[in-house]
């Protein structure tokens, strides 16, 4: 059964970083291209970073300069280091394939930014 399981959230202050941590169980994992998604409170989920099997990442204007996308296929694993955090990136973050697939989405992890 494929997972994806998602790690490192917390509260933080503003201006702080945290650094998530995804493994996931998919045969396939260097093959495909993954990401990291978030969704706020009464907001659409929407795609943070995105990094290709190549390691091409992409990222929302919002996050550009402050969050960075790695993957580690040895380790089936994607990271996302999140610097100069702001309480607008207050969210569930995920990651999942990207585009999403069917696969089925892990918990995620909370990230809260605040003072």
């Known amino acids: 059964q494929v997972q994806l399981v998602e790690s490192g959230g917390g509260l933080v202050q503003p201006g702080g970083s945290l650094r998530l941590s995804c493994v996931a169980s998919?045969?396939?994992?260097?093959?495909?291209?993954m990401a990291w998604y978030r969704q706020a409170p009464g907001k659409q989920r929407e795609l943070v970073a995105g990094?290709?099997?190549?390691?091409?990442?992409n990222y929302v204007d919002s996050v550009k300069g402050r969050f960075t996308i790695s993957r580690d296929n040895a380790k089936n694993t994607v990271y996302l280091q999140m610097n100069s955090l702001k309480p607008e990136d207050t969210a569930v973050y995920y990651c999942?394939?990207?585009?999403?697939?069917?696969?089925?989405w892990g918990q995620g992890t909370q990230v809260t930014v605040s003072s």
């Open positions: 998919i045969s396939i994992f260097r093959l495909i291209a």
């Open positions: 999942h394939t990207n585009p999403p697939s069917q696969l089925t």
């Open positions: 990094i290709t099997r190549g390691g091409n990442t």
